[in-house]
C-alpha cells in the first residue's frame, strides 16, 4: 500500500493509478539537471526545428496554393487538399501519442516530414489515384508532426522558462511566436518560386502581366470574386493549366525542399530526451498500452475547455483553406491570372510572419485577449468587405492589402490559440494537440468538401457563422480561466496563512471558507492551472 490518494486529479490524468504503482518512479519522475548556459542550446533547437519546418512548407505551401488552379480539371487539386485533411482528422484521432511513444518526438518529425515527398511528387502525374493516395499519405503524417513540434516547442519552454526565471506561458508564446515567423514565411519563399518560374514562361506571358490580362472580357470578370462558382468558369481564360516543363520545375525544387528539411532535423535537432521526454506529466512517460494512448485523445475531448474551443479551432482551418483555395481561385486567378496567385500570397506569407512574432512578444504586455480581439475585428471586416468587392485588374494593390490583412488576422489564431493550449492543457500536451490538429484539419475538410459546390458569397456567409461562434467560446473560456486562477492565488494565500498561524487558521478556518465571496477554498487542480512539472527541472549553478 503506498498511501496514494489524490481525488483532485480524478478524470484529469491519462490513466489511473494502479494498485501499487508509486508516482515518483524512475520513469515518470527524469530528473532534467542543468546549468543556466543551456538556453543557448534550447534556442539553437528552437531556430532548427524553426529553420526546417520553414524548408518543409516552403513546398508544400507553395503547391497547395496552386492546386485549386493549376488541377482545377473536376476539381482535382481541390480533391487532393481535401483528402489531405480528412486523413488528417483521422490521423489526429489515432497516431500522434502512439508514433511519438514508439519513435520518440525527434524521431517522429522525421519520419512524418518524409511523408510529403510524395505528394509533391507526383504533381508531374496528377491523376485522381496518384495525387488523392498521395494526399492521404501527408495527412497521416502530418499529425504526429504537428503534435510533436509542439510537444518539443512547450516542453523545452517549460525548461527554459524554470532556467531564466520567467513565467512559462510567456515562454511558450514567445517560441511558438518564434516558430510562426520562420513557418510563415515559407508562404515568401514557396510563392516567390513559384510566381518567377510561371511569369518568367509561356503562362505569365514572358513580359508583363498586362500581356493576359488584356485577354480577360467584361464577362468574365462578373463571375469573380463572392460570384464566383467553380461550375460557371469553364473556359475562362486565366484558369488555364500552365505548361509542363514550368510544373516539373518548381516541382523539382519544391521536392528538394522537403528532403533537405528532412535531413535538418536527423542530423542537427537535439532529442528531447535531453529536456526530460519522460518528465512527470508528459503522456509521452506514461508506460500505457497502445489502445490507452490512442483513446487519450477522445479523453481530451471530455474537457470544457477544450469543447470550447473547438469552434475557433475549426474557424482557424476553414479560413486559411479560403485563403488558400478560394480567395486565390475566385479573386486572384479570376481578375489577375494564375502566375499572380504567388505574388499575391506572399504578402500574405510576409505579414503573417512578421505579426507573429510581434505577438508573441506583445503580449505579455498587454496580455492575449486584446490580441484576439485585433484578430476577430481584422477577419469579420475582411469577409464582410469580400461580401462586396468585384476584384478588377485595374486595382492590384487592392488583392495585396486584403492578402495582408489576412496574414495579420491568421497571425492572431495561430500564435494564441496554440499558446492557449499548451497553457492549458500542460499535462496532456500530446492528446491536447492533436485536438488542435484535429479540429483546424476538420474545418479544412468542411471548407474543401464544399468548395466544388457553394459559391464564394455562400462560402463567406459560413466563415461570419463561424468565427462568430468560435469568438464566444473564447470569451468563455477566458472567463472560466481568470476564475480559476483568483482561486488558485486565494488558495496559496490561505495555505501560507497556515503555515503561519496554524492553530489560528485550524481555528478560523470556518469563517475563512464563508468570508471568500461564498466560494470553497480548495480548488480542484486541472490542467488549467499551475501544476508542479517544474520541479523536476534541476538548474545547477557552477
Not at 134 to 153: D, E, N, Q, R
Not at 506 to 515: F, H, L, P
Request: hydrophobic letters at 45%.
Amino acid at each position: 500500500m503506498t498511501g496514494f490518494t489524490n481525488s483532485g486529479f480524478e478524470n484529469d490524468e491519462p490513466v489511473k493509478p494502479k494498485v501499487g504503482f508509486e508516482p515518483d518512479t524512475a520513469s515518470l519522475r527524469e530528473k532534467v539537471i542543468l546549468n543556466p548556459g543551456e538556453k543557448w542550446r534550447i534556442l539553437k533547437n528552437i531556430t532548427i526545428i524553426s529553420f526546417a519546418f520553414m524548408v518543409q512548407f516552403t513546398a508544400f505551401q507553395g503547391t497547395a496554393n496552386l492546386q485549386s488552379s493549376i488541377n482545377a480539371t473536376d476539381g482535382l487539386g481541390t480533391v487532393s487538399l481535401s483528402a489531405i485533411y480528412a486523413a488528417l482528422v483521422v490521423s489526429c484521432i489515432f497516431l500522434p501519442t502512439l508514433i511519438i511513444r514508439k519513435l520518440t518526438v525527434k524521431w517522429t518529425l522525421v519520419f512524418s516530414m518524409l511523408c510529403y515527398a510524395p505528394y509533391i511528387a507526383f504533381q508531374l502525374f496528377p491523376r485522381f489515384y496518384t495525387l488523392v493516395p498521395a494526399g492521404i499519405l501527408v495527412g497521416l503524417g502530418a499529425a504526429p508532426m504537428w503534435a510533436s513540434k509542439a510537444t518539443y516547442l512547450t516542453q523545452v519552454g517549460q525548461v527554459y522558462a524554470k532556467i531564466t526565471e520567467q513565467a512559462v506561458d510567456a515562454i511558450i508564446v514567445r517560441f511558438f511566436g518564434f516558430f510562426f515567423l520562420a513557418w510563415q514565411t515559407a508562404e515568401l519563399w514557396g510563392n516567390l518560386i513559384s510566381s518567377l518560374v510561371l511569369s518568367s514562361g509561356a503562362h505569365g506571358g514572358g513580359s508583363s502581366s498586362s500581356s493576359v490580362n488584356n485577354t480577360i472580357t467584361a464577362e468574365d470578370l462578373q463571375f469573380c470574386g463572392a460570384n464566383f462558382c467553380v461550375h460557371r468558369v469553364n473556359g475562362h481564360s486565366n484558369l488555364e493549366r500552365p505548361p509542363e516543363h514550368e510544373i516539373f520545375e518548381i516541382s523539382m525544387i519544391y521536392l528538394s525542399c522537403i528532403l533537405a528539411a528532412v535531413a535538418i532535423i536527423a542530423i542537427f535537432l537535439d532529442p528531447l530526451k535531453r529536456y526530460g521526454e519522460k518528465r512527470k506529466g508528459s503522456q509521452s512517460a506514461q508506460e500505457l498500452s497502445g489502445m490507452q494512448l490512442l483513446s487519450a485523445t477522445f479523453r481530451q475531448m471530455k474537457k470544457p475547455n477544450q469543447q470550447l474551443l473547438i469552434p475557433i479551432t475549426v474557424f482557424i482551418g476553414m479560413e486559411q483553406a479560403f485563403i488558400g483555395a478560394d480567395f486565390t481561385q475566385a479573386y486572384v486567378s479570376c481578375a489577375l491570372g494564375i502566375h499572380q496567385i504567388g505574388f499575391v500570397m506572399i504578402c500574405f506569407g510576409v505579414v503573417n510572419a512578421v505579426c507573429s512574432i510581434l505577438f508573441g512578444s506583445v503580449m505579455k504586455y498587454i496580455g492575449r485577449t486584446p490580441i484576439i480581439v485585433l484578430g476577430a475585428v481584422v477577419h469579420f471586416t475582411l469577409i464582410s468587405v469580400e461580401l462586396f468587392w468585384r476584384p478588377s485588374p485595374d486595382n492590384p494593390i487592392i488583392f495585396y492589402a486584403m492578402s495582408g490583412l489576412w496574414g495579420v488576422g491568421d497571425a492572431v489564431w495561430q500564435t494564441q490559440i496554440n499558446g492557449l493550449y499548451g497553457l492549458l492543457f500542460r499535462r496532456n500536451k500530446e492528446a491536447a494537440f492533436s485536438n488542435y490538429r484535429l479540429w483546424e484539419s476538420a474545418g479544412f475538410v468542411i471548407a474543401y468538401a464544399y468548395a466544388t459546390t457553394l459559391c464564394a458569397r455562400m462560402k463567406l456567409y459560413i466563415l461570419l457563422a463561424v468565427l462568430t461562434l468560435g469568438c464566444v467560446g473564447y470569451v468563455i473560456v477566458e472567463i472560466l480561466y481568470r476564475r480559476k486562477q483568483r482561486k488558485v492565488k486565494r488558495q496559496e494565500k490561505d495555505e501560507f496563512d497556515k503555515k503561519e498561524k496554524e492553530k489560528e487558521a485550524e481555528a478560523n478556518k470556518t469563517g475563512i471558507d464563508s468570508n471568500i465571496n461564498g466560494l470553497p477554498v480548495s480548488v480542484e487542480e486541472t490542467d488549467d492551472e499551475l501544476d508542479d512539472l517544474e520541479e523536476d527541472i534541476i538548474v545547477t549553478h557552477f
